[in-house]
């Protein structure tokens, strides 16, 4: 099997910036010389390191990465970040307001994730809520959601599967469909938390991404329509029917598409707020629902 030396001279030829840290991910998934070498040829040609090694590290839990899938930013960690800080055993912090879904204590909490992907974000948030939920705050053991109900959907075939492998095991539900007609009919009204990571890239703009997301992501997982916020539109439109009141949907978008999306948020009948992290360059526009 190649030394780590031998690895790491691979990937910085390529121009993989954290070649150490790349190598050291591929020698511990290999389990021999043949593997390890096929593993860092397909780095080596371009395909996105998680979905070489089948899994990524994302809001301290493994997920399940497939080809072809989107793989969690790790900029996406604010939007969790935020929707853990906003919602702590049924309050809301943007405006006070108590979740539907967490009222009596005996109902539990209910997280969607729209645009799932390989289903990251819902489960993060979801896996965190959950911890909260148990008595005194304890862990939930396994990645288990802790009382916390999860429904999770994705219009493309690919992330649905995957999404099932990380959602189903933890006790989530997945669901195949464009964005809330995937969802089950009992669910509108009753959402606390809503993630939806969806495209926000101007089509124009989605040759200029880097090639291992251009070439090695479903386009539909990239591109956002003509100003990038398509999808987002549409989301924002629907949102109040399908949130508890006082929960909260939770959008990443650029920093300068944030006024457009959190106008979009006020036109849905939401109250918007926009949210910024200087570390990772990441925006987030959240709407709570009266």
Do not use: K
């Not at 109900?149 to 690919?158: G, K, Q, S």
């Not at 649905?160 to 969802?183: I, K, S, Y």
Request: include cysteine; hydrophobic fraction near 50%.
């Amino acid at each position: 099997m190649e030394t780590d030396v031998a690895v790491i001279a691979r990937l910085r030829a390529a121009g993989c910036v954290f070649a150490e840290d790349e190598a050291a991910i591929l020698l511990g998934s290999a389990r021999s010389a043949a593997e390890l070498d096929l593993l860092v040829a397909r780095r080596v040609a371009g395909e996105p390191l998680e979905q070489v090694v089948g899994w990524a590290e994302f809001a301290g839990l493994r997920v399940l990465v497939d080809p072809g899938v989107f793989v969690p930013r790790r900029r996406s960690e604010f939007l969790v970040s935020i929707a853990l800080g906003s919602v702590t055993l049924g309050s809301v912090a943007l405006g006070s307001v108590t979740l539907g879904g967490a009222r009596d204590g005996r109902t539990p909490p209910v997280v969607v994730d729209l645009c799932c992907g390989t289903g990251a974000l819902g489960l993060a948030v979801a896996v965190g809520l959950g911890r909260g939920n148990q008595p005194g705050g304890g862990g939930t053991a396994g990645g288990q959601l802790g009382g916390v109900e999860l429904h999770a959907a994705d219009l493309d075939p690919a992330a649905v599967a995957c999404a099932r492998r990380n959602v189903e095991p933890a006790g989530g539900h997945v669901h195949a469909g464009d964005l809330f007609a995937a969802l089950p009919g009992a669910l509108r009204g009753r959402v606390d938390v809503l993630v939806c990571n969806a495209p926000y890239v101007p089509s124009t703009e989605v040759a200029f991404m880097p090639a291992e997301a251009r070439d090695h992501e479903a386009l539909m997982a990239l591109d956002g329509g003509g100003d990038g916020l398509a999808v987002l539109r549409r989301v924002a439109a629907a949102a109040a029917h399908w949130l508890a009141p006082g929960g909260v949907l939770l959008v990443e978008t650029s920093e300068r598409q944030a006024p457009t999306m959190a106008a979009a948020m006020a036109e849905g009948a939401l109250t918007p707020r926009v949210h910024e992290d200087e570390d990772s360059g990441a925006t987030v526009v959240t709407g709570v629902a009266d």
